[in-house]
T-cell receptor, first 112, second 116 residues
Framework: KQEVTQIPAALSVPEGENLVLNCSFTDSAIYNLQWFRQDPGKGLTSLLLIQSSQREQTSGRLNASLDKSSGRSTLYIAASQPGDSATYLCAVRTGTASKLTFGTGTRLQVTL | NAGVTQTPKFQVLKTGQSMTLQCAQDMNHEYMSWYRQDPGMGLRLIHYSVGAGITDQGEVPNGYNVSRSTTEDFPLRLLSAAPSQTSVYFC???????????????FGSGTRLTVV
């Protein structure tokens, strides 16, 4: 059974800092890995999708890396802003039914 | 706008009542699924479908039924609501052969359900 862990569970940083969120998974036979953002009381917004054959993806100030063999992914956020405050979720797609398994998320707060 | 539409956004039920949560997508995705999100538990898969007429159970299927008569719609039915089903429910869809789509999953905005 695929298990996904995100560390840390919560993080508070001052504005302007670069930061890294971590995601690990137990079954390396994944199709892809997706990072989402969730604002309080809202739905999930897709940030980045990394296919199993890729090593990283970039979108603006966000960069996600994938090391499938070690079961790890990182989400790097450059020059953090208060608007980045949200919960960040990592999810991996695995199995013959191609199901998505989520981590419990990292709650990020960027302070002024 | 293309996407996943969920209705209703909020619902309060009494214990024992039944209801259907609606989910529709207009992206011609084969794969649709329902998740529930609870504090400290993350998102857990309830049921999923890989195409019209095909459904299967996820991690927490008890108390829920689904059907998939069309590619676009994937309703979730609560037959006899219980307080333990108080949660936020999300519907999601994607191409099944996602290696070619490069878009991943698209989620609806959620239904906040309270069972009293």
């Amino acid at each position: 059974k695929q298990e996904v862990t995100q560390i840390p569970a919560a993080l508070s940083v001052p504005e302007g800092e670069n930061l890294v969120l971590n995601c690990s998974f137990t079954d390396s036979a994944i199709y892809n890995l997706q990072w989402f953002r969730q604002d309080p009381g809202k739905g999930l917004t897709s940030l980045l999708l990394i296919q199993s054959s890729q090593r990283e993806q970039t979108s603006g100030r966000l960069n996600a890396s994938l090391d499938k063999s070690s079961g790890r992914s990182t989400l790097y956020i450059a020059a953090s802003q208060p608007g980045d405050s949200a919960t960040y979720l990592c999810a991996v797609r695995t199995g013959t039914a191609s199901k998505l398994t989520f981590g419990t998320g990292t709650r990020l707060q960027v302070t002024l | 706008n293309a996407g996943v539409t969920q209705t209703p956004k909020f619902q309060v039920l009494k214990t024992g009542q039944s209801m259907t949560l609606q989910c529709a997508q207009d992206m011609n995705h084969e794969y649709m699924s329902w998740y529930r999100q609870d504090p400290g538990m993350g998102l857990r898969l309830i049921h999923y479908s890989v195409g019209a007429g095909i459904t299967d159970q996820g991690e927490v299927p008890n108390g829920y039924n689904v059907s998939r008569s069309t590619t676009e719609d994937f309703p979730l039915r609560l037959l006899s609501a219980a307080p333990s089903q108080t949660s936020v429910y999300f519907c999601a869809s994607s191409y099944f052969r996602d290696g070619t789509s490069r878009r991943g999953y698209t989620f609806g905005s959620g239904t906040r359900l309270t069972v009293v």
